[in-house]
């Protein structure tokens, strides 16, 4: 009977530990440590203001990279503002099928740049849905990106 009721507490207890690691999606990189999150709109808005600190967005991930899993955007479902969250190239991959999904991502804000290639560059990729979105800019025209060392995809 004691065999019994410790077989049966060890069942519910690994049910109880697979729901709760349900919940905490996948981390990816370092994951994510900055407990509070900065808007994307607010960072597109005074980027001169968070460049170089790290900041932790959230969102639902608009477009993933599709040649190496090397970036995601992210957008906000309320302003629809989104800023394209980069990792470094084969260190975290993301998934294509994280399409859709909710997820916190903590980096640093970096220009990317301001000329008319990058623009066109970024234009081309916007166009071309197979390519995924753009980072957006400010409405200087620059044009930033998280450069990202961890996140979580729900």
Known sequence: ???SILILVAGVVASAMSLVAADTGTKYGAGVTVDK???IADLLKAPDQFAGKAVRVE????AVCEEMGCWIQIEDPATKAAIRCKVED??????VAA???????????????DDPETAKHMAEQ?????KGAEPHGTPKGAVYQLRTTGAVVY
């Open 37 to 39: 999150a900065t808007t």
């Open 90 to 95: 084969g260190v975290i991959v993301f998934p």
């Open 99 to 113: 399409k859709g999904k909710k997820a916190v991502a903590q980096g640093t804000l970096e220009k990317i740049g």
């Open 59 to 62: 969102g639902t991930i608009a």
């Open 1 to 3: 009977m004691r065999r």
């Open 126 to 130: 916007k166009a071309d849905p197979s």
